[in-house]
């Protein structure tokens, strides 16, 4: 399958910590993608790598990628309250342009 | 407006109506999908629009009818659906399913509730 699974499926921290997410995926990919949903709300995507990258940054965003363990992390520094939101993986094969998209991990960041 | 906007937010139905879910973007994007959202599922990807031609249907049931009259417009037609079909159903757009990143732009959601 070329799902990604995310993991853990729910993560609870306190405001100012550091939340981290994995994602781990079976087939090659063109690109790895990660996604925010608020509850009942639509996705927003957060941030791109390619198979080709390793490490990515956006703002308080880190997404790391290993090609070789098909597996990729993302990282939120300082979290928020605000922060609090499912997030997905979503892969793009390398033959086949669809997004799948995983499970997802419930991020909880308590004030 | 701007992004990919969907209607209704909410949708309360019988198994016999018939009701349609409307998406429209305003991002120039060439494609457009819809995806179903269950609770504990991953999304699953329903239709795939290109320059209005369905490139892609998921084996999805035919009580879900989709149309795409135009590349800013999708709709999704209902009929005769059933309990299960309960979830949040998701209009996307993206520049172009081929193109090299895929990047997806996703609008609120519409709720839909089978009685």
């Known amino acids: 399958s070329q799902q990604g699974e995310e993991d853990p499926q729910a993560l609870s921290i306190q405001e100012g910590e550091n939340a981290t997410m994995n994602c781990s995926y079976k087939?090659?990919?063109?690109?790895l993608q990660w996604y925010r949903q608020n509850s009942g709300r639509g996705l927003v995507h957060l941030i791109l790598?390619?198979?080709?990258?390793r490490e990515k940054h956006s703002g308080r965003l880190r997404v790391t990628l290993d090609t070789s363990k098909k597996s990729s992390s993302l990282l939120i520094t300082a979290s928020r309250a605000a922060d609090t939101a499912s997030y997905f993986c979503?892969?793009?094969?390398?033959?086949?342009?669809?997004?799948?998209f995983g499970k997802g991990t419930l991020l909880t960041v308590n004030p | 407006e701007t992004g990919v906007t969907q209607t209704p937010r909410h949708l309360v139905m019988g198994m016999t109506n018939k009701k349609s879910l409307k998406c429209e973007q305003h991002?120039?994007?060439?494609?457009m999908y819809w995806y179903k959202q269950s609770a504990k599922k991953p999304l699953e990807l329903m239709f795939v629009?290109?320059?209005?031609?369905?490139?892609e249907n998921n084996s999805v049931p035919s009580r879900f009818s989709p149309e795409c009259p135009n590349s800013s417009h999708l709709f999704l037609h209902l009929h005769t659906l059933q309990p299960e079909d309960s979830a949040l159903y998701l209009c996307?757009?993206?520049?172009?399913?081929?193109?090299?990143?895929?990047?997806?732009?996703f609008g609120e959601g519409s709720r839909l509730t089978v009685l």
């Open positions: 991002l120039g994007h060439n494609a």
């Open positions: 790598i390619r198979s080709n990258e």
């Open positions: 087939t090659s990919i063109n690109n």
């Open positions: 979503a892969i793009r094969g390398g033959s086949n342009y669809k997004l799948t």
């Open positions: 996307a757009s993206s520049q172009g399913p081929t193109t090299s990143t895929g990047e997806l732009f």
């Open positions: 629009y290109n320059f209005k031609e369905q490139t």
